[in-house]
């Protein structure tokens, strides 16, 4: 009985192994690209809307290009670009954002950024939802994407910190 315990222990091992799995959130590489502190904001309810953040850096000698979003969570998933206009707030969709050649894109609240609409189940914070970003270079990557309630975000970026050039928001 242990030698057949212990083969499908070891069985079950390998197999979770060799599975492939979502990629972490932060720190993720694709191509030449790195996507760092990525994070969704919290929802109150089903069906609202949300948006997720990150930046991503471009590490090679191309520019290359976020063209969409998806995520299982979510009815639809665009990218966005907020913007200030005679102190109103106002968002559109866009069809994707530049990531400059050795440079970087920061989606952040209040600029560009994935929404996400209708939400399938409310998100709860320390939560972790699919994202999946796809580049116009590199490709796909699905992210394993942590939520966090608005005043819990991440520090902000000092850009200067950075070697590469920034995209202008």
Do not use: C
């Not at 091992?13 to 799995?21: G, K, N, R, T």
């Not at 309810?45 to 930046?55: D, E, K, N, S, V």
């Not at 991503?56 to 990218?79: F, H, V, Y």
């Amino acid at each position: 009985m242990k030698t057949l315990f212990a083969a499908l222990l070891s069985l079950v091992l390998s197999l979770s192994v060799s599975l492939p799995a979502p990629a972490l959130a932060d720190g993720m590489k694709v191509g030449n690209l790195m996507i760092e502190d990525v994070w969704v904001r919290t929802t109150l309810r089903t069906g609202a809307p949300t948006g997720a953040f990150m930046l991503i850096k471009n590490m090679g000698s191309a520019p290359d290009r976020l063209i969409a979003a998806s995520s299982p969570r979510a009815k639809a998933t665009e990218i966005h670009q907020s913007s200030m206009a005679g102190g109103v707030m106002k968002m559109r969709r866009v069809d994707g954002v530049e990531v400059p050649a050795n440079g970087m894109a920061m989606l952040k609240p209040g600029s560009y950024h994935v929404m996400m609409m209708g939400v399938t189940h409310a998100i709860k914070a320390g939560s972790h939802i699919p994202l999946t970003l796809t580049f116009e270079h590199a490709g796909k990557i699905t992210l394993n994407v942590e939520a966090r309630a608005m005043g819990n975000m991440p520090p902000k970026h000092d850009m200067k910190k950075h070697d590469m050039k920034k995209k202008s928001d």
